[in-house]
C-alpha cells in the first residue's frame, strides 16, 4: 500500500534528522575526543594545563594576575600585563576595554560608581605604578606627575576662537594640584565632580608634557590585550623587571635575564607576531630555581 505523499515527507525528514542527529551529535564529536587523545595532542586538548607541586597553577594559554588579596603586585614576581577581562584574566569574560584613542577626559561623579576613568588617565596610572614598582621613570606623553591624563578643557570668548576666558585640568580633582599654573595667562582649575565641561562648550586640549618620546615603561605594560587573556608580555617589559626580581630573590640578574631568554619564543614562522615570554612558566622557573631568601 503506497502512502500518502504528506506522510513520505515527513518520514524521509524524520530520516534525515535521526541520520545527521547521530553523525553531528554522537560520531563528530566522538571523533574529536578521540583525536584529542592521541599522544602529543592530549595536554592541547586538555587545556594546556600547567602542573607544579602536585596541582594544577593555570594554563599556558591563559594569563594571571601575580597579585596580593588586596591586588597590589608580589615584588617577587614578573608582573603580567593588564587585562580588561572581567576583574583580570577571567575567561568567562575575555573581552577589550572598547576604549580607544579619543578617551582622554574621564567621567567624575559624586557617585563612586558613575565614575570611570578614561584610557588615558589608565595608562598614565600604569605607568606610573609601574615607574614606582621597578625603579624606572615612569612618566608618559599627555600624562600628569600624579597618573592622569593631562587635559585641558578650554573656554574662549567666541566658542572655538577667541581669548581665553577659562581652563579647567578635566581629570583632576580637589586635593590636586593642577598641572598647568596658566594656560595663555589663565590660571588653570581643578575640575568639579558631575560637570561635563566638554557639552559646556571647552575644547578638549592635551598636554603633551616633558616627558620622553621614548618612555622607559613598555607600551604593553600599561595596555591590556584584544582578548585581555595573553599569558605573554613582550621582552622589554620583562627586561623591565629583571633588577626587581634579581634584588627580591636575592639572586645575579644575569641568571634572570638567562631564564627569561629561556622562556621567550620567537615570532611564529619567524616572521608574524611579536617576541614573547611566557609570565606563568616564567615565574615557576623563578621558584624552583630561585626559591627566595
Given at each position: 500500500m503506497r502512502l500518502p505523499n504528506w506522510l513520505s515527507q515527513h518520514l524521509a525528514a524524520?530520516?534525515?534528522v535521526l541520520v545527521f542527529t547521530v553523525l553531528l551529535g554522537l560520531v563528530y564529536p566522538?571523533?574529536?575526543?578521540?583525536?584529542?587523545?592521541?599522544?602529543g595532542l592530549d595536554h592541547k586538548a586538555d587545556g594546556s594545563l600547567v602542573d607544579a607541586g602536585g596541582k594544577t597553577v593555570g594554563s599556558s594559554l591563559i594569563g594571571q594576575?601575580?597579585?596580593?588579596?588586596d591586588g597590589n603586585p608580589v615584588p617577587r614576581y614578573f608582573q603580567s600585563r593588564p587585562s580588561a577581562a572581567g576583574d583580570g584574566y577571567d575567561p568567562t569574560s575575555t573581552s577589550a576595554s572598547n576604549l580607544g584613542p579619543e578617551s582622554v577626559v574621564d567621567t567624575i561623579a559624586t557617585d563612586p560608581e558613575k565614575s570611570s576613568e578614561s584610557l588615558l588617565t589608565q595608562v598614565c596610572g600604569r605607568s606610573r605604578?609601574?615607574?614606582?614598582?621597578?625603579?624606572?621613570?615612569?612618566?608618559?606623553?599627555f600624562c600628569t606627575t600624579d597618573g592622569v591624563g593631562a587635559v585641558?578643557?578650554?573656554?574662549?570668548?567666541?566658542?572655538?576662537?577667541?581669548?581665553?576666558?577659562?581652563?579647567?585640568?578635566?581629570?583632576?580633582?580637589?586635593p590636586a594640584t593642577p598641572f598647568l599654573s596658566s594656560y595663555q595667562g589663565v590660571p588653570v582649575q581643578l575640575a568639579q565632580?558631575?560637570?561635563?565641561?566638554?557639552?559646556?562648550?571647552g575644547v578638549v586640549t592635551p598636554i603633551r608634557g616633558d616627558a620622553p618620546a621614548d618612555p622607559a615603561v613598555p607600551a604593553d605594560a600599561v595596555t591590556a590585550s584584544g582578548s585581555g587573556l595573553d599569558p605573554q608580555i613582550s621582552p622589554a617589559y620583562a627586561e623591565l623587571q629583571v633588577n626587581r626580581i634579581a634584588r627580591e630573590r636575592g639572586a645575579d640578574p644575569t641568571a634572570v635575564r638567562r631564564l627569561v631568554d629561556e622562556h621567550t619564543t620567537g615570532r611564529a614562522l619567524g616572521f608574524l607576531g611579536e617576541p614573547g615570554v611566557n609570565v606563568l612558566e616564567l615565574n615557576l622557573a623563578l621558584d624552583r630555581q630561585f626559591p627566595g631568601r
Open positions: 524524520l530520516r534525515a566522538l571523533a574529536l575526543v578521540a583525536l584529542g587523545k592521541l599522544p594576575l601575580f597579585t596580593d588579596a605604578a609601574v615607574g614606582e614598582l621597578d625603579g624606572v621613570d615612569g612618566r608618559r606623553p585641558l578643557a578650554v573656554f574662549r570668548a567666541d566658542g572655538l576662537t577667541g581669548r581665553v576666558t577659562r581652563v579647567v585640568s578635566v581629570n583632576q580633582v580637589a565632580p558631575d560637570q561635563d565641561y566638554v557639552a559646556a562648550g
